[in-house]
């Protein structure tokens, strides 16, 4: 064994533990960290021929990249739709990595039993039946991916072919339709062979981001051949519901495969008061939900729900003469991209065994009371311009006055020590959004974004008309 390795092999539980108290300063500085430290990036330097330890590589990631990282994990970080860390979620991916195990295979079945398990819980926590069977994947994205990957095959079978075996181009030109899809499900429609001009604009409802359900019959009926609906549970600009209700109606009469991207929109089902917004997603034929998002467990984490998993395994099957037949219940190798990958599911095992339902349900209801006594900052401040209600747990607002893009990004800029507000485009207007889904938010944290925001209007040049 190389010396460094067998030094760092003997004292290993010291070492370990001045990662863990590393880790436990990073965390107490959270609140004081810029949430986004701007410039503080390090050049690249070239691989070392001699490495030093593990002590001296840890001291080598403070000095030179950790003054560089976002407070990501903290409870300010409001761009994109971005989850923290829960405690029970942090020790979980510590232990996921300490056992290292590839659930693939049930040559060496716990791991994979714990996964399926942990699925079994999500079922229960998202309110759907058993009808759904699902897979842990790295992301959102992937998730879709899978979801559409199984559609592909769904096409297939109506048109008497099979894109596994034959290739996407056996089914001809495909049909995506869609209101407000993600910009990944291009993505996935790129990747999958399908082709990103697959994808079908479908109007929405007049100042909605949600399909509206008469275009998309009108849609429906002009194509010939199956297609796919792609069901939107929580737009990322202003967090719309599509009406899942009237899309499986429309299923019962034109026969299509209703995928639905609920990323972070099926948490709403914790939250009595908003869980109607995602009434009928169970009659999805494949669902995505992210984890690393509201689950707040780290990445990269996602699940991937189906109805139809002999068309998944159709799809993935990694037949090998050591990995085990497909079978009733095939392993988990024939049924996602990847082979072999970590266990992903025991930060979400964890996490859910420690806080249960409940703990949930509180995250996504102090969340979405944050991101109202923020809409309301937003709606009642002369300066600002509130563009959506807040239905869920996005504030989506623009400047009242002269909004462009560039003023925008520097009232971001202006206000980014004490949050991240990410930039986007609704309804043709530049705007910025703040996503709350972070497990620390407080009603504080809220007081606190809302001043600087306030103050950031009031120190834009040509700012704020006078009130
Ligand atoms: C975040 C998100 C995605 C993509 O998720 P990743 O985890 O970044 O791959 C897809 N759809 C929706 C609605 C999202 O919010």
């Given at each position: 064994?190389?010396?460094?390795?067998?030094?760092?092999?003997?004292?290993?539980?010291?070492?370990?533990?001045?990662?863990?108290?590393?880790?436990?300063?990073?965390?107490?500085?959270?609140d004081e960290r810029p949430v986004v430290p701007l410039a503080?990036?390090?050049?690249?330097?070239?691989?070392?021929?001699?490495?030093?330890?593990?002590?001296?590589?840890?001291?080598?990631?403070?000095?030179?990249?950790?003054?560089?990282?976002s407070a990501?994990?903290g409870p300010r970080y409001l761009g994109f739709?971005?989850?923290?860390?829960?405690?029970?979620?942090?020790?979980?991916?510590?232990?996921?990595?300490?056992?290292?195990?590839?659930?693939?295979?049930?040559?060496?079945?716990?791991?994979?039993?714990?996964?399926?398990?942990?699925?079994?819980?999500?079922?229960?926590?998202?309110?759907?039946?058993?009808?759904?069977?699902?897979?842990?994947?790295?992301?959102?994205?992937?998730?879709?991916?899978?979801?559409?990957?199984?559609?592909?095959?769904?096409?297939?079978?109506?048109?008497?072919?099979?894109?596994?075996?034959?290739?996407?181009?056996?089914?001809?030109?495909?049909?995506?339709?869609?209101?407000?899809?993600?910009?990944?499900?291009?993505?996935?429609?790129?990747?999958?062979?399908?082709?990103?001009?697959?994808?079908?604009?479908?109007?929405?409802?007049?100042?909605?981001?949600?399909?509206?359900?008469?275009?998309?019959?009108?849609?429906?009926?002009?194509?010939?051949?199956?297609?796919?609906?792609?069901?939107?549970?929580?737009?990322?600009?202003?967090?719309?519901?599509?009406?899942?209700?009237?899309?499986?109606?429309?299923?019962?009469?034109?026969?299509?495969?209703?995928?639905?991207?609920?990323?972070?929109?099926?948490?709403?089902?914790?939250?009595?008061?908003?869980?109607?917004?995602?009434?009928?997603?169970?009659?999805?034929?494949?669902?995505?939900?992210?984890?690393?998002?509201?689950?707040?467990?780290?990445?990269?984490?996602?699940?991937?729900?189906?109805?139809?998993?002999?068309?998944?395994?159709?799809?993935?099957?990694?037949?090998?003469?050591?990995?085990?037949?497909?079978?009733?219940?095939?392993?988990?190798?024939?049924?996602?991209?990847?082979?072999?990958?970590?266990?992903?599911?025991?930060?979400?095992?964890?996490?859910?065994?420690?806080?249960?339902?409940?703990?949930?349900?509180?995250?996504?209801?102090?969340?979405?009371?944050c991101a109202?006594t923020m809409g309301e900052a937003v709606a009642a401040h002369p300066g600002l311009r509130l563009l959506?209600?807040v239905?869920?747990?996005v504030v989506c607002f623009t400047l009242a006055e002269n909004p462009t893009a560039d003023r925008l990004a520097a009232l971001a800029r202006e206000m980014s020590d004490t949050a991240f507000l990410t930039p986007t485009?609704y309804?043709?207007r530049p705007a910025l959004r703040a996503a709350f889904?972070?497990?620390?938010t407080?009603?504080d944290d809220t007081e606190r974004v809302i001043k600087a925001l306030t103050a950031a209007v009031d120190a834009l040049p040509g700012g704020a008309p006078a009130s």
């Amino acid at each position: 064994m190389h010396p460094l390795l067998a030094a760092d092999l003997e004292r290993l539980p010291d070492l370990l533990e001045d990662a863990r108290r590393h880790a436990v300063a990073f965390l107490e500085g959270l609140d004081e960290r810029p949430v986004v430290p701007l410039a503080r990036t390090p050049a690249a330097v070239p691989l070392p021929a001699r490495g030093d330890g593990l002590s001296a590589a840890l001291r080598g990631f403070a000095e030179r990249w950790e003054p560089g990282l976002s407070a990501g994990a903290g409870p300010r970080y409001l761009g994109f739709v971005t989850g923290g860390v829960t405690p029970a979620a942090l020790a979980g991916d510590w232990l996921t990595s300490t056992v290292d195990q590839n659930p693939m295979s049930s040559l060496d079945p716990a791991g994979q039993l714990l996964e399926r398990e942990t699925v079994g819980w999500l079922r229960e926590l998202f309110g759907l039946s058993d009808g759904h069977e699902g897979n842990f994947v790295s992301g959102a994205t992937m998730s879709n991916t899978v979801g559409l990957a199984i559609a592909r095959e769904w096409l297939g079978e109506r048109l008497g072919v099979s894109p596994a075996e034959d290739g996407a181009a056996a089914l001809g030109p495909v049909r995506v339709l869609s209101g407000s899809p993600h910009s990944s499900v291009a993505k996935t429609l790129s990747m999958l062979g399908l082709g990103r001009s697959a994808l079908v604009p479908v109007a929405t409802l007049p100042g909605r981001e949600a399909v509206d359900p008469a275009a998309l019959e009108r849609a429906l009926r002009e194509g010939a051949g199956p297609c796919v609906v792609v069901a939107n549970a929580g737009t990322v600009n202003t967090v719309d519901f599509d009406d899942v209700r009237a899309l499986v109606a429309l299923r019962e009469k034109y026969g299509f495969w209703l995928h639905v991207d609920a990323a972070f929109g099926a948490f709403a089902a914790l939250s009595p008061a908003h869980a109607h917004l995602v009434d009928g997603v169970d009659a999805a034929d494949s669902l995505c939900v992210d984890l690393h998002k509201w689950l707040n467990v780290p990445y990269d984490s996602a699940v991937q729900f189906t109805r139809r998993r002999d068309l998944q395994a159709r799809v993935f099957q990694n037949a090998a003469a050591y990995l085990g037949p497909l079978g009733d219940t095939p392993e988990a190798v024939h049924l996602t991209p990847e082979n072999s990958r970590r266990l992903r599911a025991l930060t979400a095992w964890l996490t859910l065994r420690a806080y249960g339902r409940d703990g949930y349900r509180e995250i996504v209801e102090r969340c979405a009371a944050c991101a109202h006594t923020m809409g309301e900052a937003v709606a009642a401040h002369p300066g600002l311009r509130l563009l959506a209600p807040v239905r869920l747990n996005v504030v989506c607002f623009t400047l009242a006055e002269n909004p462009t893009a560039d003023r925008l990004a520097a009232l971001a800029r202006e206000m980014s020590d004490t949050a991240f507000l990410t930039p986007t485009v609704y309804a043709g207007r530049p705007a910025l959004r703040a996503a709350f889904s972070n497990w620390r938010t407080t009603a504080d944290d809220t007081e606190r974004v809302i001043k600087a925001l306030t103050a950031a209007v009031d120190a834009l040049p040509g700012g704020a008309p006078a009130s």
